[in-house]
């Protein structure tokens, strides 16, 4: 998981950015986070653009992790640049490197063919604490308590159900 004994915040996000709502919830869980922080993104275009922008009115330590393919890629300064790496591979790069994933998609509901959404499943896979904040808004907070098995939810008003892989409703 992540690094030494700062607090490091992950993100990921579309090219088509974050709505007016995503941009709102995002700047206030940034401004909740204790002093030093690291951010890392991905420096693509859109949501990416965006988060960094928010970030840097907290003054995190920025971490950027450029993709191989440079046909969307920001150029983001940060203040750490990481290898360049393929989209898959540098989205687990900065899952590893995280302490909490910050999710931003461009749909409520949850997609195969999305780099963002696979971003998402892997931290879920690593038990990552991650906050998934959806077009409008509304959030969904998964977490671990002490067992790194069972995952806590503390709002489930993200997609009206606890959770957003339950295809029973």
Same mark, same amino acid.
């Given at each position: ?25 995002? !700047?206030?869980?940034?401004? %909740? ?13 859109? &949501? !990416? #653009?965006? &988060?960094?922008?928010? &970030? =840097?009115? @907290? ?12 046909? /969307? ?13 393929? @989209? ?6 900065? #899952?590893? *490197? ?19 959404? *696979?971003? /998402?499943? @892997? &931290? ?15 959030? =969904? ?19 009206? %159900? ?8």
């Amino acid at each position: 998981m992540a690094y030494g004994d700062q607090f490091h915040v992950g993100f990921t996000g579309t090219r088509q950015g974050m709505s007016e709502q995503q941009r709102a919830r995002v !700047d206030l869980f940034f401004s %909740r986070i204790p002093t030093p922080w690291f951010f890392h993104h991905g420096d693509c275009i859109g &949501a !990416d #653009v965006h &988060a960094h922008n928010l &970030a =840097l009115e @907290y003054g995190p330590h920025i971490h950027i992790h450029p993709p191989e393919d440079d046909r /969307y890629r920001a150029h983001c300064i940060g203040d750490t640049k990481w290898r360049v790496a393929p @989209y898959l591979e540098r989205n687990r790069q900065i #899952v590893v *490197a995280s302490h909490w994933m910050v999710v931003t998609p461009a749909q409520r509901k949850e997609q195969l063919r999305s780099g963002t959404w *696979a971003t /998402y499943r @892997y &931290a879920r896979q690593s038990h990552l604490p991650t906050v998934l904040i959806a077009p409008d808004g509304c959030e =969904l907070w998964l977490g671990c308590d002490n067992n790194p098995l069972t995952p806590t939810l503390q709002d489930r008003t993200f997609f009206g %159900r606890a959770d957003p892989h339950n295809q029973e409703e």
